[in-house]
């Protein structure tokens, strides 16, 4: 298996601290991306180590779960049994598998846990990704659908031999869940948690002003941030089409699929970053808000409480749902706010 590490798209641009307060941080490699824990905190060096030791505990424990990679997890054990017999889950892990369900049902499987088997067909991110055949696509097709998933309570069956799940556009966010929840019990109140671009920042900063997240223009590599975002006790997850992908014959090729097709989504968008106090929701709708494109995603957001979001589009404009607008900074010329209806058909 390789290990893939992509770059993040939104990076801390500042946190400064009451003098008292020192920073503790760790990175470690996980869920197939850099995960960075920082914590803002007066306590004790020891009790700070131990929290990020926890943590880092239970990104192992997770990828061990729920990883689509490894020979071996629970995830790959519900995949081997499809069609078979459903397959116990951890209680405390469960409640990923039924919010993926849910928002399955909410996009009309815009965003689709089980499109595993397409996953693995163009293997995007991998040294041998590839541009399956078409017939090979149909085929899978036919093993990608969301209802023929049986949640029991307390186990997980895919109705359909050869079904594959792939928790991969959710299971960050329920980490960085999993960890912000580590850190409060803690009793640490100021964090930042980055799962590989999802992320997740914990109360204020200890200055008690906003965080600052800003967001790179997700074309550019290693670029500096052309928005800023400030946010407090607040999750914000991207999803976009310059992350994971791979060129044949000129034709770019992205990791993000439309379940419709079995092809990478193609629309006007480069990015989109939902903003909610569930990190799990954010990953989730981002992804699903990718697949949908500007005028159904902004319809489903307006549906879902305390959840906003950020769009960059091709020609470089910017639109935010309305919530965001005032917390929203354009830090790069080449990038402007453009009306919310802009990219809306017809208007
Ligand atoms: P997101 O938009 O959040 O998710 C896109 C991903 O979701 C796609 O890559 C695909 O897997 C899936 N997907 C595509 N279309 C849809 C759709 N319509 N609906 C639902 N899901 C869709 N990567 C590696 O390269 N090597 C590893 O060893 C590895 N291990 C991992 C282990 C775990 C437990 C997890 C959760 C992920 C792992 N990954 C690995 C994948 C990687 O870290 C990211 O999850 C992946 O890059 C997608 O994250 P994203 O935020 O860029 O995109
Ligand atoms: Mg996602």
């Known amino acids: 298996m390789k290990k893939y590490c992509f770059f993040l798209l ?7 601290c009451k ?39 239970r990104l192992e424990e ?34 990923l598998f039924e919010r993926a369900m849910f928002f399955a049902e909410k996009t009309d499987g815009a965003f689709n846990p089980v499109i595993g088997g397409i996953v693995k067909l163009w293997n995007i991110g991998f040294e041998n990704a590839r541009k399956p055949e078409d017939r090979d696509i149909r085929d899978a097709l036919f093993r990608t659908g969301y209802k023929d998933v049986q949640l029991t309570g307390t186990a997980v069956f895919l109705k359909k031999a050869g079904m594959k ?11 960085a869940d999993e960890l912000t929840r580590i850190v409060r019990q803690a009793g640490i109140a100021h964090a930042v948690i980055d799962i590989g671009g999802t992320i997740s920042a914990v109360g204020k900063r200890p200055d008690g002003k906003r965080w600052n997240i800003g967001i790179r223009d997700p074309r550019v590599q290693q670029g500096q941030p052309v928005i800023s975002a ?18 044949q014959d000129g034709v770019r090729y992205h990791h993000i699929i439309d379940p419709a097709t079995g092809y990478p989504v193609r629309n006007n968008m480069i990015a989109v970053s939902v903003f909610s106090d569930s990190a799990t929701d954010a990953d989730a709708l981002s992804t699903a808000c990718f697949v949908l494109g500007y005028e159904k995603a902004v319809k489903l957001l307006a549906e879902l409480p305390d959840t ?40």
């Open 308 to 347: 906003e979001a950020l769009f960059i589009f091709d020609d470089n404009s910017v639109c935010t749902t309305a919530g965001l607008a005032q917390h929203i900074k354009v830090l790069d010329s080449a990038f402007r706010l453009a009306d919310m209806n802009k990219h809306i058909t017809g208007k």
């Open 19 to 57: 003098p008292a307060v020192r920073k503790e941080s760790r990175t470690v490699f996980a869920l197939g991306t850099v995960c960075s824990i920082q914590l803002f905190t007066e306590k004790p060096q020891s009790k700070a180590d131990t929290v990020l030791q926890i943590c880092t505990r």
């Open 62 to 95: 997770l990828e061990r779960h729920l990883s689509a990679n490894a020979e071996i997890s629970t995830l790959i054990d519900i995949n081997k049994a499809s069609g078979v017999s459903a397959v116990n889950v951890p209680a405390d892990i469960y409640p």
């Open 165 to 175: 799940l792939d928790l991969g556009a959710i299971a960050k966010g329920f980490a």
């Open 10 to 16: 939104p990076v801390l641009l500042l946190a400064s």
């Open 230 to 247: 400030a946010i407090e006790s607040c999750s914000i997850s991207t999803s976009g089409s310059y992350e994971r992908y791979f060129e």
